[in-house]
């Protein structure tokens, strides 16, 4: 064989060699394509379990919200009207039970335990304002632990 005949014989065997390599280069780069758009989907699909099961939370923590306001509400109507009254509980034991705090009986029925005083309704609706923006608090804090309890499973 003369040299130009060896040298494209040479050439014929790099170059095949180079054509498996990039065949053997190419199936990785599939296989790697593969396996990463495997793992997005399956990241995509924990992600919108994640969406629906948040969706979820948020509309049972907004319906517990729209509950309490709306039994807020009517509590305060029924204050409002004279239908309901606060009353408390006085301490027949206190020392200063002279003061002139008069007792009322309850107008509808039976009043168990000791003698009761009723609220002038101001601060009856003062009570009920204080008691709503408490049980709001109480459920945003429960949505807020609900969210990062679903944030780490």
Do not use: F
Not at 75 to 82: C, E, G, M, S, Y
Not at 86 to 110: H, I, K, Q, R, Y
Not at 115 to 140: E, K, Y
């Amino acid at each position: 064989m003369t040299a130009g005949e060896v040298r494209t014989v040479q050439g014929w065997r790099y170059g095949k060699q180079l054509a498996e390599q990039a065949a053997l280069h190419r199936a990785d780069l599939d296989i790697i394509d593969k396996a990463a758009i495997a793992q997005q989907q399956a990241e995509q699909g924990k992600r919108l379990v994640l969406e629906q099961r948040l969706s979820s939370s948020e509309r049972s923590h907004y319906k517990e919200l729209s509950d309490a306001q709306t039994n807020q509400a009517r509590l305060r109507d029924r204050l409002a009207t004279a239908d309901l009254r606060l009353s408390v509980l006085l301490d027949a034991s206190d020392p200063v039970g002279g003061c002139s705090v008069p007792a009322s009986t309850g107008s509808g029925g039976v009043v168990h335990g000791g003698t009761r005083a009723r609220l002038d309704p101001a601060h009856a609706q003062r009570i009920i304002g204080i008691t709503d923006a408490g049980d709001q608090g109480l459920i945003a804090l429960t949505a807020c632990q609900a969210y990062v309890r679903e944030l780490h499973k």
